[in-house]
């Protein structure tokens, strides 16, 4: 049995294969998933990796064994598996360490519709029944069927976008060997868009670069490729393809969060009024532009969990993350690169001017990046920075998520990774030179420099 205590994280279980995370650990998290759930009936879905087709299996055996038939829609992106869970109304556990290096494998799992599964929602019961050991089914084992659910994966995106008058695109995308080679072939098929591939081949190695495209060295051949050949756009996925970044015409790196305003401005073109829920280290820019639109931005904490808890909540059409997860709701409030990727498509086609003019409206503030630090005391470092900024003019300080100071021009987020030593600060303002005062204030005080 695998190292439990390591595997299993705030949204989703992940760990090296085969001393943290093993076959025989994926066949008990499928017997618990089963009985965790009351299914009858589970899909899966996986990636690439060496790792994840045996994974996958071993999780089928621990589901059936349990009396629920397992429908396995294969090699797919997790996205494609939120689709699969939606359309079937089944639960799903797609087979993944998404940007995570070749040695690492994990699952994400979650309830029928795409609702997500965390440490809160089951994720720790799940745990608690494979440490003490699933009791047997007394039953008989459920059944094992295969379904091809790419192309209906495909096609369901495209009813969701208009790219039917978009003018003709040159797109070149870079899917890092991961599973973006696998969906954007299919999803692209019949759009007016001359595809300039980069790294299609499916390999869990990642030999050309990591699939992690939040890193800018792993854009480079991207921005590279799309000079080259005079393309319109650049589009990077990550290792699962649930998250995707651009760079426009120059081969400048795109923010998320001009993607993020872009979309929300289409959706409540769609849907007047509607909310649009955005977490707190995106762009202030995001909530101006959804204000000036007509919509109600709703500010929320970092990761998919709490994006998706209050879409439901509050109803919302869109939802976006600095780190490139688009959620929308007519895709089960789930996260969607290629749904994102597919409006920016529909935006740029539909008008005749280049990408970087196109956002330009969107991109208002100067910002630092996530910038990392490692500290032995998360809470003393926070406490330090605190005392040096509180009580000056004009200073707000809230906690929402680690802790954010703000002032009429500026702003910085400062707060604890949940998984390594880790503080993680984004800073935002009107200008470079601000930007980099504020950063170089907080690391040296971070960083005792």
Not at 307 to 317: D, F, P, R, S
């Amino acid at each position: 049995m695998g190292d439990l205590a390591k595997i299993f994280k705030a949204y989703d279980i992940r760990g090296v294969v085969p001393d943290e995370l093993d076959e025989e650990t994926a066949e008990a998290i499928g017997a618990a998933f089963v009985r965790v759930t009351g299914a009858t009936a589970v899909v899966t879905a996986h990636d690439m990796r060496a790792s994840s087709g045996p994974l996958a299996a071993a999780f089928a055996r621990g589901a059936t064994g349990q009396g629920a038939d397992v429908v396995e829609a294969g090699l797919g992106s997790t996205d494609m598996l939120y689709y699969a869970s939606g359309v079937l109304d089944l639960p799903g556990a797609m087979f993944t360490a998404s940007h995570n290096p070749a040695r690492y494998n994990g699952l994400k799992l979650c309830r029928s519709g795409a609702r997500p599964i965390g440490r809160d929602t089951g994720l720790t019961e799940i745990r608690e029944l494979v440490e003490r050991g699933v009791p047997a089914h007394d039953g008989a084992p459920g059944t094992l069927s295969q379904r091809d659910l790419l192309k209906g994966y495909a096609d369901h995106l495209k009813t969701l976008v208009d790219l039917s008058g978009i003018r003709p695109l040159k797109v070149v995308v870079d899917a890092g060997n991961g599973m973006g080679g696998h969906t954007v072939p299919v999803v692209f098929e019949g759009l007016p868009v001359d595809l300039v591939p980069l790294y299609f081949e499916l390999d869990g190695t990642f030999p050309n670069h990591e699939a992690n495209p939040i890193e800018p060295e792993n854009l480079r051949d991207l921005q590279a490729k799309v000079r080259e050949t005079g393309a319109d756009i650049g589009l990077a996925f990550d290792g699962d393809a649930d998250r995707c970044f651009a760079v426009d015409e120059r081969g400048e790196i795109v923010s998320p969060s001009a993607i993020t305003a872009l979309v929300a401005v289409r959706e409540l073109a769609k849907h007047p009024g509607s909310s649009i829920v955005h977490n707190l280290i995106t762009s202030r820019a995001v909530p101006e532009i959804v204000t000036e639109h007509g919509g109600a931005p709703v500010r929320t904490r970092v990761g998919h969990s709490f994006i998706k808890q209050t879409m439901a909540e509050t109803g919302a059409v869109f939802g976006g993350e600095h780190s490139a997860h688009f959620y929308f709701r007519d895709f089960w409030f789930a996260d969607s690169g290629m749904l994102a990727a597919l409006h920016v498509l529909a935006a740029l086609g539909g008008q005749d001017r280049p990408l970087s003019e196109l956002l330009a409206e969107y991109v208002r503030y100067a910002a630092s990046g996530e910038i990392n630090s490692e500290v032995a005391d998360q809470d003393a470092s926070i406490a330090q920075v605190r005392a040096a900024f509180e009580g000056r003019p004009g200073v707000s300080v809230d906690e929402l998520d680690g802790m954010t100071v703000s002032t009429g021009d500026w702003w910085f987020n400062l707060r604890p990774s949940n998984t390594e030593p880790l503080l993680r600060l984004n800073a935002e303002a009107a200008d470079e030179q601000t930007v980099d005062g504020i950063r170089d204030e907080v690391l040296a005080i971070v960083r005792g420099k």
